[in-house]
């Protein structure tokens, strides 16, 4: 089995008196894709953004690639790949301007068109920011967090508002990526998506985890308990009817 990456330990978030983490332990194992699930305001978020080292814990301990989150934060950053939410960018900014901002502020040399390349926006590198279609910016957005050659990448709910194409396209991206040996955690609200991109997933509820495991042995272990889904009377769904009459092919005049 991999080695541990990611270990958190009775991580605790209180603001104020609301605790919206509530002592939660997980590990992520290197080279995987791991999903963090829940509802709206369950401590997804709050969690990664702790990992991250841009908000403080309350109680626990995170431990990052063999790094104390406690001791040595710093030396965390260097490491991971965080993404912005998409408002964060300079709107007026060429895609090629935004990534040489980015490795000044790293401290990395950066080759933009080879970074844009990876994320399929080779052709879009003079465009500004502000001209990206959705599925365009989250891809952006995604290689800037590899600008400087992180171990493991965080992605918050990166597909929320996107149409089924960039969606679909955004998984290959993902999964690229840790082809590539990198680690990734997501989150995300859609369970198909869950389903096809993450090797194993933490479900948290109201700051608790209250399941983990890989999609197909929690899927198994709700069969096992005799749940069965109302029958599924045809052969495909409307997504299916969707994406076989607009095809897979991206849109992005936008
Ligand atoms: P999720 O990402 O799962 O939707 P969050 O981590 O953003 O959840 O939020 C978890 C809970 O903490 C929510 O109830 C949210 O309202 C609350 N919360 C998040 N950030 C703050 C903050 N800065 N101050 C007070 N409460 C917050
Ligand atoms: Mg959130």
């Not at 965080?154 to 194409?165: A, I, V």
Request: aromatic fraction near 6%; hydrophobic fraction near 40%.
């Amino acid at each position: 089995m991999a080695n541990t990456i990611i270990s958190v330990k009775d991580l605790v978030k209180k603001y104020g008196d609301f605790e919206a983490v509530k002592g939660i332990s997980f590990e992520v194992r290197e080279g995987e894709i791991f999903g963090l699930l829940g509802p709206n305001g369950a401590g997804k978020s709050t969690t990664l953004e702790i990992i991250e080292t841009l908000r403080q814990k309350t109680s626990g301990k995170v431990i990052v690639n063999g790094i104390d989150l406690d001791q040595h934060p710093e030396s965390i950053k260097k490491i991971i790949g965080v993404q912005l939410q998409t408002s964060g960018y300079y709107p007026g900014l060429r895609l090629s301007e935004l990534i040489e901002l980015f490795g000044g502020l790293y401290n990395q040399p950066v080759e933009p068109l080879k970074l844009l390349d990876l994320v399929n926006l080779r052709d879009k590198a003079r465009s500004k920011f502000k001209e990206l279609s959705g599925g365009q910016k989250q891809r952006f957005s995604i290689a800037t967090t590899l600008i400087n050659k992180p171990n493991i990448i965080f992605l918050d709910e990166p597909t929320t508002g996107l149409d089924p194409q960039a969606r679909r396209n955004l998984w290959d991206l993902v999964t690229d990526i840790r082809s590539k040996g990198t680690t990734v955690i997501i989150t995300t609200h859609y369970m198909d998506e869950a389903e096809v991109l993450c090797d194993r997933v933490a479900i948290i509820d109201s700051g608790k985890i209250i399941a983990m495991d890989t999609p197909d042995a929690l899927i198994d272990q709700l069969v096992s308990t005799g749940f069965e889904r109302p029958k599924e009377v045809k052969q495909a769904n409307l997504e299916d009817v969707f994406i076989h009459m607009t095809g897979h092919a991206l849109r992005e005049e936008a």
